[in-house]
């Protein structure tokens, strides 16, 4: 937390560039200038994009549609791109309100505006699905990743009780750099791909199933068990986060 | 339980064949001729070959060696095959001296003694284990099917991160009438089987694993959510139920 | 995996019956005749009739009516009996505009249209239900059932707290050749028959309770911890899958 | 709280027949003579056999062989009968140093000093086991219901995987005025026993079983969920808790 | 399950006044006069008024109205007090145009139709409740008790966090044959009145709470690990099994 | 429970400035001001803002608006001050239709009439949001916390993923006497704070989350094992019982 | 984390008292000079008794006797009091071979020595405890809160099904300033003594009990759902955690 | 799984340079050719190097020493790197018969025989731990990234109650190409520096803790329920497979 900011003080203060009374007003105002903006219920990190390679995501469910917008906006004002999750029809009518072109995107539910074009990723990001009960959080995480700067490759509908449609398509896995698994049920497949690639393997459970799939424990301790090395697993239904741990990797 | 010996005294004092006095000694003796026998600390079911088609099996765990014993030898004496599962040296001990014949299987822990051969199934159960840990499981399965007159043929290692292992032996799966699935951790063997087989899979978790795999419960959970049709599951560790479940299918 | 026909290919070019551009064609087309069918969101697998015994069937929750109804037009384009299970109003209506013989099983909440008749199965397959409650599950596990060309028997409302009623019906117990118990509460009605019969045993424990019943978790513990020999659990409230592992088992 | 013995102080004084000052006396003196006696280390409450019909009992389990033996002392010497469970060969050796009379009950692990002769219940209390490993469970259930005056009557091994065993006894259930059932793995025998009698049914969970019975979870939530009416359950292993109950029931 | 009638008819048989095919024909008829009326979705135990002293119970959920509406008839019809728990404004209204002398109780969601007056019970069953938000619990219990003949005393909102509202009535509490105690929460309530009353104590846990109560589990759990001896355990919100096995204890 | 009004009813009789039948109407008066009000179905505990300075706090959920209303009005009828914690707007109209200056809190859904002004507390309550989705946690602790008496400093969105938000506002953690810190997802909040300030922490788990959050077991589990010393914990979205346990220590 | 020796530094060098070199060797002190101690394996903080009042105490379990009796000597060698929790005979051998002076507290296996002395706190804390085998979590409260400066009072078996022990000693409780109450089982004694007294109480749930106890689970969910206000808990069997935090609020 | 070999024997059939007979025979030895070894009780998979970059390592809890020690020496055979973790003394001392050259590792209880040399990663692989007790599973971490070709920075004790340990070691973080952290209890570490590096972070839950840790559950659903992006969880203790996931990253 120690700013270089404060030692450039010290150094004009003593080559005499500065006075002591530039130098308090100038250490008032780097703390005004701070790297978020407080609008009482939200405080926007405006430098995330600094340390993580990508601006502040805002997660919708349990927010208002206006503290939604208004978060928003303040993204977008610093021409930031806005990705909004777990949203809903009433969020996106207050954000496209402010942001006339905020896009939404019907499958994930997510609301979109395009800022600064991303660093691109060095390969692809191949999103493998187990059902197609499955697309939401799938989608999800394949939106993420393209508004992230990476190339996402879609591979839907492979689940393990027929590996044959998996196999098929074995080139794809073997050419993608990292590989995010969505299953739900019994979350088998990211421990039979995880044995297939060299690649690293993001599993994300689903919550698609019922009975002893309790909400998707059933997928989640299967992928956290899984025999196959080189692989880790994120929350339920957590396609966003897959893919933020997909670029991270994607960037390197 | 209307037993057809009632109607059969009827008959027989219409008859004349049969004094009222004496149908009631008949009724009498077959009361007593109940079908069990009781120890005190156990009722010994010997009815159980004729409803079941294979003895009472003595569940070891929490039985003092004298009782084994003691029950060990009521099932014997009528020449019928003896096991106990989940055995110890102790109980061992106690049921050889009574028992001299009686074999030790130390891998799944179990007593037997051979009665009268039991009725041959209709073909082979193939008893596959993910892992090398899974033996006791699996072998406990393999002993107990065999014991019911079926033919086990045991392909142990081949789980799913290795996916090719199994595909190699892809022709003992197909040959097989019921297949026994063992595997613990994440517990996605039975599926990918399952997918492969046109024959009934019984799955067995166990609970081989740690951390997150809470005592075989993510096995569990993976194999009764799983997406492949024609499966079914038994309890954690269950081998000895799974065999009886197999041997009751390759006996119809 | 490896195909047959890859050696007829090679057989062939040896006896100069195919040139080698023409086994390359021969092969690019054996890629392309798939044994499933890719739509975008699904793939449909046309092989597991041949592999399964059955085609496959769709679960039904999670998808939107336009996927069910895009599935199910692929599936009936080859002739092949279609099941929608866990459907809705608007499933069937997407169904029924694209295919106006499919039938509404309102009960069970699935969607059928007959396509060849299955291989009959060898026996009857009993279905028993421990209360009214549970016949949502009990009528899918006997509508599928019936689809795979088994004879079921519907013998409902024999739970255990009226012990009588089972037993005056004891004849159809023993007259089945697999039996399907579904109960829910505490779920004892698979122990209890599972003793008195020497037919394999499918138990399918329901969400119907309350309470420390946990969605059905009580009755799938129960019947998971059976200590009646011969019995195996299916996931809760899977009735269709409980009839795919007794059809396969009435089919050996 | 309120105690008859300040209203009496009131008259006595009004009466003349007690000066203020010998009112202040006896007031101080009813407050020594507390319920109960204070040992530092716990506070035996031998007010219990008056509020309660029997004296307190010690849990044995965590507490120290000098700790039971204090409390057992304190318990004799008022000539009340001394019921420690849970207790181990260390306590026994404590207690039987300081009070040589004391009994060791090995199936049960209950030490027992047998004081002052209860009042006598006014039937039978039933203690119905699942099987022969239920036998700790069940006899410590026995044996407290017996120290508390009531006659045990004892019936093991009539789990309902055989049921004959247990319509064999049906005369005993009947004759029952109160029945305990104690049973593991799923615990069905409560409802079915709750579905044959008229008595109040009291269902003991034990920690018999293995993998999904989850130390006696399983066979908890079978009993709570019982579809029979009539039938309360108490802690997993709590022999001597059923029977506290089925003692007050049977001295009404 | 062995019939007198069958010694009579043997007896019969013998003394001459009954020819062998009389005593066939009355077989048949025994096994006709079943105890129980089978409607198909549901078998109508009418001899459990013999068996358990009260008639059916009709459990509500999970049928539909048509279905409760036809139970209903049919007990009604024997002249049998009918009760239908948890049930809602369509079941009454199908059951009122079938039986429309039948009541509607709206806080504890049930049908009634008096039949028949039970036999008294020999004391007060108390029905304490911890608050407000438990009555609905609290109301079934109280109501089923009073349906079978008991004298019901309602004691409500005497929660552990304000000790004197309770200890204020302590006569009630004394006065008491059965007490039934119902609180969510914590479920602190029973241990607090099984300690201060030689009655036997009934515990209900309630769903009421919030977060951490997990749906009941918190009360259940408390409840159930109560230090105060002679307290059993029902189900979650089970206000109807507990004044079964009230009754059950009220009656002997 | 021993009344000190008892002693001063004995020394005026000993005085003689109290007849013993004057003495016992006054011990009847005593016993009829009961210190709750009996409404039948609730008992308002009147004394509460005796024994622990702050009157009886009403719990909306599972009432109905006429109890609501018929307990708020008992309050405000002595001049307390009226707090009802999850209400909705049924309640709200019900209360504000006897009581019209009541007032309505939107965000923490709590209805409030302001009574005799509390004792005011010594130091500041912060209440300290780990996200924007917390707020309707973090306001009712902040209202409940200011109706006692307290100063309360609402500092939200201070989440540890951003560590440098709550690092700029420690100078407000450092000044606070009592912390509350409310968080939802992996809850690590108060161990930080708990790790930066020598003032105790009250920790509130949130069930904002989705997926393995389980409805705030997760940040619940995370605080209980918090590593920092000096953290206790509240119910899950228990805003008001933290605001009661900082008052009570602000008042010392 | 901004150090206002960084501001003096400034001024210094503004005031010409310190020149740009003295000032970055003097900064290059101020990293030196950590608040941290590196063992390698720890980092032992010796801030912490600036920062929370007390210094760092050691949790023994996991660690081996050479890290323990490392870390030890470190914090002896500044003066300050050590505490090592969770500790066995052989931590204490290798700590008291560093430190002759150590002491070892066998009830609640704790390591102490003795260092400067602390501030006082301003009140007594009560420690109340339901069980006798309550006592090693109850001493290791009462130890910890005494080596941090409090008086403690400990109340130990005052459990609830007796509560005349508990109401005998009321006025100890009303004398705490700070009430830590430690229960097992079901854990209601924090409610009952939260509803009797207006200090602030702190819950510990401990481990005692058996069966559906859960290794304290039912204990800690009663007090998360305490219904008395006023009430926070800390983890299962955490005395000093409980004691950390009554510190905290006995010397504000 | 289709095999370029067999493109080459067809190719080499159709250029005359294989007779068909010959053909048979190659193909027949590619089948022989297995990327596995067959033990009978383990098939070891010798193609991992070539698919997942390093050999297959062992897990060795539930192996017995001589089925160690087998699998061992057929790794070593080859030349392969052998790693065994979650070994003992005794399958040391196998493996070390068998192997004189191999190391045991004690801390992270692991065997090691070092064979060809990995590829080296590109970065280094930092591996944080939160406390002394989590040094175990650290170290596996540890040692696990070093045989396969990283670069590893061990980074202890640096929890998040004391953070000023961890931002003072930040300059570490920030190099670090990929993060590993360790930590037990609340398991918050992951989420602070998730927050403050751009690198990928695979997080560790331990079951270093107590109560209502429950064996490392809090800690793993702390992890997962992240509100830092770029997070991803293994499972609990898996040090092993944090390395691996780490490796794969690391060698992108």
């Given at each position: 937390?120690?700013?270089?900011?404060?030692?450039?003080?010290?150094?004009?203060?003593?080559?005499?560039?500065?006075?002591?009374?530039?130098?308090?007003?100038?250490?008032?105002?780097?703390?005004?200038?701070?790297p978020?903006?407080?609008?009482?219920?939200?405080?926007?990190?405006?430098?995330?994009?600094?340390?993580?390679?990508?601006?502040?995501?805002?997660?919708?469910?349990?927010?208002?549609?206006?503290?939604?917008?208004?978060?928003?906006?303040?993204?977008?004002?610093?021409?930031?791109?806005?990705?909004?999750?777990?949203?809903?029809?009433?969020?996106?009518?207050?954000?496209?309100?402010?942001?006339?072109?905020?896009?939404?995107h019907?499958?994930?539910?997510?609301?979109?505006?395009?800022?600064?074009?991303?660093?691109?990723?060095?390969?692809?990001?191949?999103?493998?699905?187990?059902?197609?009960?499955?697309?939401?959080?799938?989608?999800?995480a394949?939106?993420?990743?393209?508004?992230?700067?990476?190339?996402?490759?879609?591979?839907?509908d492979?689940?393990?009780?027929?590996?044959?449609?998996?196999?098929?398509?074995?080139?794809?896995?073997?050419?993608?750099?990292?590989?995010?698994?969505?299953?739900?049920?019994?979350?088998?497949?990211?421990?039979?791909?995880?044995?297939?690639?060299?690649?690293?393997?993001?599993?994300?459970?689903t919550?698609?199933g019922?009975?002893?799939?309790?909400?998707?424990?059933?997928?989640?301790?299967?992928?956290?068990?899984?025999?196959?090395?080189?692989?880790?697993?994120?929350?339920?239904?957590?396609?966003?986060?897959?893919?933020?741990?997909?670029?991270?990797?994607?960037?390197?």
């Amino acid at each position: 937390m120690t700013d270089p900011r404060l030692k450039a003080i010290i150094d004009a203060v003593v080559a005499g560039t500065l006075t002591p009374a530039d130098a308090e007003a100038r250490l008032a105002a780097a703390m005004r200038d701070l790297p978020f903006e407080d609008l009482g219920y939200a405080r926007v990190d405006h430098h995330r994009v600094v340390r993580q390679g990508f601006p502040e995501v805002v997660f919708g469910q349990g927010k208002t549609p206006e503290q939604i917008a208004g978060i928003a906006e303040r993204i977008v004002a610093r021409g930031h791109t806005l990705l909004v999750t777990r949203a809903n029809d009433a969020a996106f009518a207050a954000v496209s309100a402010a942001i006339p072109a905020a896009e939404w995107h019907a499958v994930p539910r997510c609301i979109v505006w395009r800022g600064a074009p991303p660093d691109p990723g060095h390969g692809t990001v191949l999103i493998a699905a187990a059902g197609t009960s499955d697309l939401p959080v799938a989608e999800e995480a394949a939106l993420t990743a393209e508004l992230m700067g990476n190339h996402a490759d879609r591979l839907f509908d492979v689940g393990v009780a027929g590996l044959h449609r998996l196999l098929h398509a074995r080139d794809r896995v073997d050419a993608a750099r990292v590989v995010i698994v969505v299953a739900g049920m019994e979350g088998a497949l990211p421990s039979v791909i995880g044995g297939l690639t060299a690649s690293p393997v993001i599993a994300v459970p689903t919550s698609v199933g019922y009975g002893a799939s309790f909400g998707g424990l059933s997928a989640l301790l299967g992928m956290l068990n899984s025999c196959a090395a080189g692989v880790a697993v994120v929350n339920i239904d957590n396609g966003f986060g897959a893919a933020a741990m997909a670029s991270k990797i994607n960037h390197l």
